[in-house]
């Protein structure tokens, strides 16, 4: 299939499974193919007690290049993703490439901006992480997108960030489909 639209959405112990479902139902709700990656484990404990599970764990994916990487929030989720090696590397790469880059909740501060990912970007992030905003310049608004990064700035908000994050790879009749699917055109 061309065109096929990859997407790499990493999950941990304490990630907030309200902004993790709703980017990954909405992106493949418009045609991604979503891999879900845990950083730690395959069976993930999210931030309210859900349980979900991983297609796939962060040693099983292959070297490749997804055209978005897309980092749901949550407490300690947000942080177990700032700590994996592997995954920042992964995330690296994709950035320097001009990849699109979500994040949403606590995720933009501790995992974007704590890396670097944000220099001189505007974002949004959950605001008791605000503070914590040192290389991007933070933008207290739902959704903010500056070149390739969006940023969200919490759970309530996440189906505005998701569909931020797919107007940005797919064309607006995909988006309006989507959104005609979900009750909202």
């Not at 404990?45 to 099983?60: H, P, R, T, W």
């Not at 070297?63 to 090696?85: C, H, Q």
Request: aromatic share 4%; glycine share 10%; with cysteine.
């Amino acid at each position: 299939m061309k065109n096929l639209k990859r997407v790499l959405v990493p999950l941990a112990e304490g990630s907030e499974e309200l902004e993790l479902v709703a980017v990954v139902d909405i992106l493949r709700r418009a045609g991604a193919q979503v891999e879900m990656v845990a950083v730690d484990g395959k069976i993930i404990n999210c931030s309210k007690g859900v349980k979900i599970v991983a297609d796939k764990s962060l040693d099983e994916i292959e070297e490749t290049d997804y055209d978005a990487v897309i980092i749901p929030g949550g407490m300690p989720g947000a942080d177990n993703i700032r700590k994996s090696e592997k995954f920042i590397g992964i995330l690296k790469r994709h950035a320097e490439r001009k990849a699109t880059i979500g994040a949403i909740c606590a995720s933009p501060a501790l995992v974007l901006d704590y890396h670097g990912i944000t220099q001189g970007k505007k974002v949004t992030c959950h605001p008791e992480f605000s503070h914590m905003v040192k290389n991007g310049v933070y933008e207290p608004e739902p959704v903010v997108v500056d070149s390739n990064i969006v940023t969200g700035k919490s759970a309530g908000y996440a189906i505005d960030f998701a569909l931020k994050v797919a107007g940005l790879l797919f064309p607006d009749e995909v988006i309006k489909g989507v959104c005609k699917g979900l009750g909202i055109l």
